[in-house]
């Protein structure tokens, strides 16, 4: 399963940061982020609850870039 | 301006005005530092704060512990000259700061304002629909809502919201903003008209034949905002370049830090602590990546923002990049390089009826094959008239009769005429002239004596060999056509725009083998791009590197199967994507090439003690910035160019 989040993210490194954080979140098979985009799309393992998920990937995300934000829906 | 760069905008003009004061103020010692503080803590406390969390999140290497170190560092070292009697020097620390919240400001403004302009350019999306109640009234809906097969209404001025077919209303429809084209479009009812385009003239009432999300506007958004996701070699480059290359440059300057200065110990010299401390702090400072970081991705995102406006869409800065690297282009022939539609190329009256009827004798020709074959719907007859172009007196024809796979015979004006191919003639008896053009041959006999014949084709487009042309100018190397048509019709359609190669009487399944012999007989940096018309070969568009289907306006087929998407079906437009890469990927290079040129430089000077802590801070900033406004040309694409 994929869905796409819309994100908020000041600096292109830091975009980068949340996506290496985000894929080291269990549950998620593959995240990208797009800095121009202010976008994050992520590919969940089967079977994984996205909503959960996504509250870990928030979390690691914080802890990289605090200032960022994710909105999940 | 967001409410976070303003606040970042007020704490820098403080910061620079406290700046300013202090430098006249006239205090001493360790007084001044406790001064400086001030500034240096307004206008760096979120950056230290950064570094602080991430030096506890195990995320040591970033730019923000670059920089706090390096202005923590500038600011001891002024303590420590303070107390060993000399002046301390707070103001540098203070400035690396302030410079990189400027720098840093001015990279978001920036990258704000042409994520704003491509918003504009892609400015297609509906905000609502118009659905007619009982009474008359128009009632505003979200376009989500509204269900396949509803009637909406589109005034003039307004876009038209989901896909659908014309009920009632005769308007023209602007569809720039899909393929970059100016000129408008007709629509009277029974016409297809798709979502993005703006109601010109009349009312216009739609059935709805998808829902919103289904529609051309949502799909094409769509592309366009999840290209960046497919990131390009080069930003991938980047991203692990940063990775190495950060930590790599603190430990050098730490190395630059003590190593010198414990040689000197050894060797018996004085070590000179400040001296390479310093200079190892001006290395970091310098050092920062925030100018590739920055621009690589940007000039992607421009280029194909850019490319989005011209009516060409790239699904991916990695196609953007290949499609800069492209020496071989392999055309379809029909829909492609060719109109996909027959029409009358030549007249050739045979002499003796040229005799009778002198200058009229074309246009006579003509006339007796269009009245013959006025009654059938094969698409040679609908050439024919359409070529002969005045209305067809029904009663000037009886007696038609078709001869299955031979053509047609009729009285016209009493007249016998009969129209058809060569059997038609043998079976007639007559002897009839060999055609020296490539196409359909229709031959026409006049009261049982041949009149002539009249050849039909598929006719080039007028921009393909110009695109052709451009290619070549553009560094592809070779230009290939693929076609299901026989030998003596490709040739000639190839001979006729310059082509290097041509595959003729090619089944469908053999044009993926085609490819795949061209794929394998190329250099491996070499990119081959497939150029269709996405209606029967989406196998072959994603066999190739690139798959560019054309003429995808209102074909979804199309835009799901390719890679790049020509919203027109202008072969030009290839050319000028091509263009659009080659520009984006040279100032990709250029800002590579020129900030690691740059801070290479700039970190022996400051190394070997040249560079000063000014140098440093324009080695970052400065450098950056010319990055960002290098990479924001990727956007622009001159008028011209668009409307060629």
Redesign the interface.
């Known amino acids: 399963m994929k869905k796409?989040y819309k994100i908020e993210v000041?600096?292109?490194?830091c975009a980068?940061?949340m996506e290496e954080a985000a894929k080291k979140v269990e549950g998620v098979a593959e995240a990208?982020v797009?800095?121009?985009?202010?976008?994050m799309?992520v590919e969940f393992t089967e079977g994984a609850d996205d909503k959960a998920v996504m509250q870990n990937v928030l979390k690691a995300c914080k802890?990289?870039?605090?200032?960022c934000e994710i909105f999940l829906e | 301006m967001t409410k976070?760069q303003k606040r970042v905008l007020y704490r820098i003009i403080i910061a620079a005005v406290l700046m300013a004061v202090l430098h006249f103020v006239p205090v001493e010692g360790y007084l001044r530092c406790v001064l400086y503080l001030i500034p240096y803590f307004i206008i760096g406390y979120d950056i230290l704060r950064?570094a602080v969390?991430?030096i506890i999140?195990g995320?040591i290497f970033?730019?923000n512990f670059l920089m706090a170190v390096a202005t923590v560092g500038a600011m001891v070292l002024g303590v420590y000259q303070e107390a060993s009697g000399g002046e301390g020097e707070f103001a540098e620390g203070v400035a690396v700061m302030l410079f990189y919240q400027i720098g840093?400001l001015f990279?978001?403004v920036a990258?704000g304002k042409s994520?704003r302009n491509i918003a504009a350019l892609m400015d297609i999306r509906p905000d609502y629909a118009n659905i007619e109640d009982e009474s008359g009234n128009l009632e505003q809906v979200d376009p989500d809502e509204v269900e396949v097969g509803t009637v909406i209404v589109v005034q003039p001025g307004e876009k038209v919201p989901i896909d659908g077919v014309v009920t009632e209303g005769v308007s023209s429809l602007d569809t720039s903003a899909l393929t970059g084209e100016s000129v408008p479009r007709e629509v009277r009812p029974g016409d297809e008209v798709i979502s993005g385009c703006v109601n010109h003239a009349g009312l216009l009432r739609i059935r709805t034949t998808k829902e919103f999300g289904e529609s051309t506007v949502s799909k094409i958004l769509d592309l366009v905002?999840?290209s960046?996701?497919k990131?390009a070699r080069t930003e991938n480059f980047i991203?692990k370049f940063?990775r190495y290359y950060t930590p790599a440059v603190c430990y050098s300057a730490l190395a630059l830090a003590l190593v010198p200065s414990i040689i000197n110990l050894v060797m018996g010299n004085p070590a000179n602590w400040s001296t390479w401390i310093f200079r190892a702090l001006t290395f970091l400072v310098i050092s920062c990546?925030?100018a590739l970081?920055?621009s690589i991705?940007?000039s992607f995102?421009g280029g194909i923002g850019g490319a989005s406006a011209c009516g060409i869409l790239v699904k991916g800065s990695n196609y953007l990049e290949a499609l800069a690297e492209t020496k071989y282009v392999v055309f379809d022939k029909t829909g492609t390089l060719t109109r996909g539609v027959f029409q009358v190329t030549g007249l050739y009256p045979a002499a003796a009826f040229e005799e009778k009827h002198g200058g009229e004798a074309q246009q006579k020709l003509l006339e007796y094959a269009a009245y013959a074959e006025s009654y059938s719907a094969h698409p040679i007859s609908r050439s024919l008239k359409e070529a002969y172009g005045q209305e067809i007196i029904k009663t000037r024809v009886s007696d038609v009769e078709e001869i299955s796979g031979n053509g047609v015979t009729a009285q016209v004006d009493g007249t016998v005429i009969a129209a058809g191919n060569a059997r038609l003639m043998k079976k007639l008896g007559l002897i009839h002239e060999e055609s020296t053009g490539v196409g359909t041959v229709v031959h026409v006999a006049v009261d049982r004596e041949y009149a002539g014949y009249i050849l039909i084709s598929d006719v080039v487009k007028e921009q393909s060999a110009g695109a052709v042309e451009a290619l070549k100018a553009a560094g592809v190397k070779k230009t290939v056509m693929l076609t299901g048509d026989s030998k003596a019709v490709a040739d000639h359609v190839a001979a006729e725009l310059g082509l290097d190669e041509v595959r003729s009487e090619l089944l469908p399944g053999d044009k993926v083998e085609a490819v795949e012999q061209l794929l394998a007989a190329k250099g491996a940096k070499e990119k081959l791009a497939f150029v269709g018309d996405g209606i029967n070969d989406a196998p072959v568009l994603s066999r190739a590197d690139i798959g560019v289907a054309m003429g995808a306006l209102g074909s979804d087929a199309a835009i799901e199967a390719a890679d790049i998407v020509l919203m027109d079906d202008n072969p030009m437009k290839l050319a000028l994507a091509m263009e659009i890469s080659r520009k984006c990927l040279r100032i990709v290079y250029e800002n590579i090439v020129f900030a690691l040129a740059v801070k290479a430089v700039c970190l022996i000077l400051g190394a070997v003690g040249i560079a000063n802590m000014w140098l440093a801070i324009f080695a970052d900033v400065g450098v950056m910035v010319l990055a960002v406004l290098n990479a924001v040309r990727c956007l622009k694409v001159s008028d011209r160019k668009r409307h060629a």
């Open positions: 796409t000041d600096c292109a490194n980068l940061k990208t797009s800095f121009m985009a202010q976008k799309k802890k990289v870039e605090d200032d | 976070k950064k969390l991430g999140h995320e970033d730019e840093e990279q978001a990258v994520r905002e999840n960046s996701m990131k991203t940063a990546p925030c970081v920055i991705p940007l995102f």
